[in-house]
């Protein structure tokens, strides 16, 4: 924050002085690692120029006009648009946006630590008979009540950790911005003055981290640096000392796995030993290849592309102008021409009267020179740039709705966002490896600071992570598949559950399935009961017949109590 009010006095104290006093910079603290920083920041900073569009409001003067006017006039910038896509695809097309924190991953546990209890006794018994003398329905036979496993517990910690931060929202920024600066990067915290939520985790600017990997593991620390810039007001409140001379405040952490230090230029605030004995950063690269840092997709080939698309558009632009605003020309006038203005705002142009003197003389008149400056390969061109960019940045035509104006099948669009799909599988698998180490890290700062009742124990509870489909699926199709599989035994009722991608807590909706079939089934009991109790006794006791001791039903009548209409004569006199 600049002051000028200080700058006088900075001005003062260089001049008479003994030494060189000037403000704080970062290139002045004691063990900061400046050259690898300010290789960072050079390497971020055109990153976001190129994200907020800035190199396209480069000017140039006109050499006749002398006035100054934009190179690129229409600022075309597809880069917002395709990191949006990449992000949204990245973390998937997903009803559990719904769920509390809106977290678009699973941490889902490899396996409990307490295994649930088994079924009941359910050796078979000889079946009661009800007063028809029909045989009752066995008794429905249902396993005892599971345990609450711990890794619930578990998990519930982990999504408690990335709640009080924002939750979804921290993932929906940093796929966002992993695309264009080649990363992101969280971080966990504790705030001992937070009762609700004392372990949290944040995402961190990538420009604000710096990170000193462990040779070539990526994915460990020997120090870790963060790094903000605050202003006075945020320094003095944190127990900045304000000198007088300095016009910038940074906010500084300094991990290692042995300490913590946090400054404020180069005052210490805070200096302590690290409980946790881990860095709790985590670097996850968008792309990975032969670096630390990830790879963005502002390519040169990218920046290049989009400066090519910008001029040419132009020209098409300026072509179409020049064939709507054709040239005027005159022939047959004598003199100067004159317009006048008529009432309702119109001007007429009077190109005057022949002046008859010969017989070929001709009438004045004004024509239109048409030109024909637009020309098809101009478009093709532009059509070109536009294709090339896609492939460069992996962004389909059909991840814009784009179908190329016919109708396609489902398959043929999946087919076509492949390009995209792939691209996102290998993304995937960083934040896939990212996130599980972002897990350990959280567990660890429960474990030390007892909070929820994780355990050490606990720490090395193995999980894997659950993404949601990439693109939309076809839920009537996979609805049938699904009722399929369970008619014909070929899925257990878990394994369905799951395939279906909307169902947080699969026990517990099997539980509740269990629970409705348990009641209707009791239900429909209760009705034949009812139904059985309030039917009336055949008249004339057991043997079915009338008062004159004859069946009352037609002969050969199979579904009658008594078959005697069936039996020979002889056997009937017996």
């Given at each position: 924050m600049f002051n000028p009010a200080t700058s006088f006095s900075n001005l003062f104290n260089r001049l008479v002085s003994p030494t060189e006093v000037s403000p704080f910079n970062l290139r002045k603290?004691?063990?900061?690692?400046?050259?690898?920083?300010?290789?960072?920041?050079?390497?971020?900073?055109?990153?976001?120029?190129?994200f907020d569009g800035i190199p396209l409001n480069a000017q140039l003067v006109d050499s006749q006009t002398g006035e100054t006017i934009d190179r690129y006039p229409i600022k075309l910038n597809p880069i917002p648009g395709t990191c949006q896509k990449h992000a949204a695809v990245l973390l998937g097309n997903t009803l559990e946006s719904i769920r509390e924190g809106g977290l678009p991953i699973q941490f889902v546990p490899k396996s409990d630590l307490d295994e649930p209890d088994g079924p009941e006794d359910m050796t078979a018994e000889q079946p009661e008979m009800d007063e028809m003398g029909r045989p009752k329905?066995?008794?429905?036979?249902?396993?005892?009540?599971?345990?609450?496993?711990?890794?619930e517990k578990v998990v519930e910690a982990i999504r408690k950790a990335f709640e009080y931060a924002g939750g979804g929202a921290m993932f929906a920024d940093s796929a966002v911005s992993s695309q264009y600066l080649g990363?992101?990067?969280?971080?966990?915290?504790?705030?001992?003055?937070?009762?609700?939520?004392?372990?949290?985790?944040?995402?961190?600017?990538?420009?604000?981290?710096?990170?000193?990997?462990?040779?070539?593991?990526?994915?460990?620390?020997?120090?870790?640096?963060?790094?903000?810039?605050?202003?006075?007001?945020?320094?003095?409140?944190?127990?900045?000392?304000?000198?007088?001379?300095?016009?910038?405040?940074?906010?500084?952490?300094?991990?290692?796995?042995?300490?913590?230090?946090?400054?404020?230029?180069?005052?210490?605030?805070?200096?302590?030993?690290?409980?946790?004995?881990?860095?709790?950063?985590?670097?996850?690269?968008?792309?990975?290849?032969?670096?630390?840092?990830?790879?963005?997709?502002?390519?040169?080939?990218?920046?290049?592309?989009?400066?090519?698309?910008?001029?040419?558009?132009?020209?098409?632009?300026?072509?179409?102008?020049?064939?709507?605003?054709?040239?005027?020309?005159?022939?047959?006038?004598?003199?100067?021409?004159?317009?006048?203005?008529?009432?309702?705002?119109?001007?007429?142009?009077?190109?005057?009267s022949k002046s008859g003197l010969s017989?070929?003389?001709?009438?004045?008149?004004?024509?239109?020179?048409?030109?024909?400056?637009t020309s098809e390969p101009m478009i093709k061109l532009n059509q070109m740039l536009e294709g090339q960019y896609r492939k460069e940045v992996n962004h389909p035509a059909v991840a814009d709705g784009e179908d190329e104006g016919s109708q396609r099948s489902a398959a043929t669009l999946t087919v076509r966002m492949w390009p995209l799909i792939s691209h996102?599988?290998?993304?995937?698998?960083?934040?896939?490896?990212?996130?599980?180490?972002?897990?350990?890290?959280?567990?660890?700062?429960?474990?030390?600071?007892?909070?929820?009742?994780?355990?050490?124990?606990?720490?090395?509870a193995g999980f894997t992570i659950k993404w949601s489909s990439s693109l939309p699926r076809d839920r009537e199709a996979l609805i049938t598949e699904l009722a399929v599989r369970k008619k014909n035994g070929m899925s257990s009722l878990h394994h369905l559950l799951n395939l279906l991608g909307d169902v947080e807590d699969i026990d517990k909706e099997?539980?509740?399935?269990?629970?409705?079939?348990?009641?209707?089934?009791?239900?429909?009991?209760?009705?034949?009961?009812?139904?059985?109790?309030?039917?009336?006794?055949?008249?004339?006791?057991?043997?079915?017949?009338?008062?004159?001791?004859?069946?009352?039903?037609?002969?050969g009548d199979k579904t009658s109590v008594n078959e005697s209409n069936n039996l020979p004569n002889e056997e009937k006199q017996q």
């Open positions: 603290l004691e063990n900061f690692p400046f050259p690898e920083w300010s290789a960072m920041q050079a390497h971020y900073s055109p990153l976001i120029q190129w329905p066995p008794p429905l036979v249902k396993p005892k009540p599971k345990k609450q496993p711990k890794s990363g992101s990067v969280w971080k966990v915290k504790f705030d001992k003055d937070n009762e609700d939520y004392p372990i949290q985790v944040n995402n961190v600017d990538p420009t604000e981290f710096l990170g000193i990997p462990k040779g070539g593991n990526h994915w460990e620390f020997h120090e870790a640096w963060f790094v903000r810039e605050i202003s006075i007001y945020d320094a003095k409140a944190r127990g900045y000392a304000w000198n007088g001379m300095d016009e910038q405040f940074f906010y500084l952490e300094h991990w290692t796995n042995e300490d913590i230090e946090v400054l404020i230029n180069e005052q210490t605030i805070q200096k302590e030993p690290n409980v946790f004995g881990v860095i709790p950063f985590v670097y996850i690269p968008h792309v990975r290849i032969r670096s630390f840092i990830g790879k963005s997709i502002i390519t040169e080939t990218v920046k290049g592309l989009i400066k090519e698309w910008n001029l040419r558009f132009g020209d098409v632009g300026d072509a179409v102008s020049d064939d709507a605003h054709a040239i005027l020309a005159v022939r047959g006038v004598r003199g100067n021409l004159a317009t006048t203005k008529l009432s309702d705002g119109r001007v007429v142009v009077n190109l005057g017989n070929s003389e001709t009438d004045p008149d004004m024509i239109a020179i048409k030109t024909q400056v996102v599988e290998i993304e995937r698998i960083n934040w896939t490896v990212g996130m599980l180490k972002l897990a350990k890290i959280i567990l660890r700062f429960y474990a030390v600071k007892s909070v929820d009742g994780i355990t050490e124990d606990e720490i090395e099997i539980q509740m399935i269990e629970d409705e079939v348990t009641r209707k089934q009791g239900h429909e009991m209760a009705l034949l009961e009812a139904k059985s109790a309030a039917q009336p006794a055949p008249f004339g006791g057991n043997g079915g017949g009338n008062k004159d001791g004859k069946n009352n039903q037609e002969k």
